[in-house]
């Protein structure tokens, strides 16, 4: 329940936030995700691309992490504190 619930806010975090700063960025990651148009190394592109490979909680790790820095962003501590003040706020 907890990864859930964390999803979600970190999705809600990433489209509205600070007035959806990060909304663009957002859909374009979902876009080129869709689009095929992710910049990763060939294995891991051909994971993404095939369906009927499984994806393990290494690669969700190493893609994950790749993805979220070249979109979001790479300073992790000032995005975990915005992140947090932001779920402090819709708890509220």
């Known amino acids: 329940m907890a990864f859930y619930s964390q999803s979600y806010a970190l999705v809600r975090f990433l489209r509205e936030a600070d007035n959806g700063r990060r909304l663009g ?7 080129d995700g869709l ?3 992710w910049h990763l ?3 891991s592109r051909e ?3 095939d369906r ?3 994806r393990t ?3 969700n790790h190493i893609v994950g ?6 979109y979001i962003g790479t300073d992790f501590n000032a995005i975990e504190k915005e992140y947090l003040e932001y779920c402090r706020k819709i708890l509220r």
Not at 25 to 31: D, F, H, K, P, S
Not at 65 to 70: G, R
């Open 25 to 31: 960025v957002y859909r374009r990651m979902l876009a």
């Open 35 to 37: 689009n095929g148009n």
């Open 41 to 43: 190394d060939a294995a």
């Open 47 to 49: 994971v993404a691309i």
């Open 52 to 54: 009927n490979m499984p």
């Open 57 to 59: 909680i290494l690669w």
């Open 65 to 70: 992490t790749l993805l979220f820095q070249q």
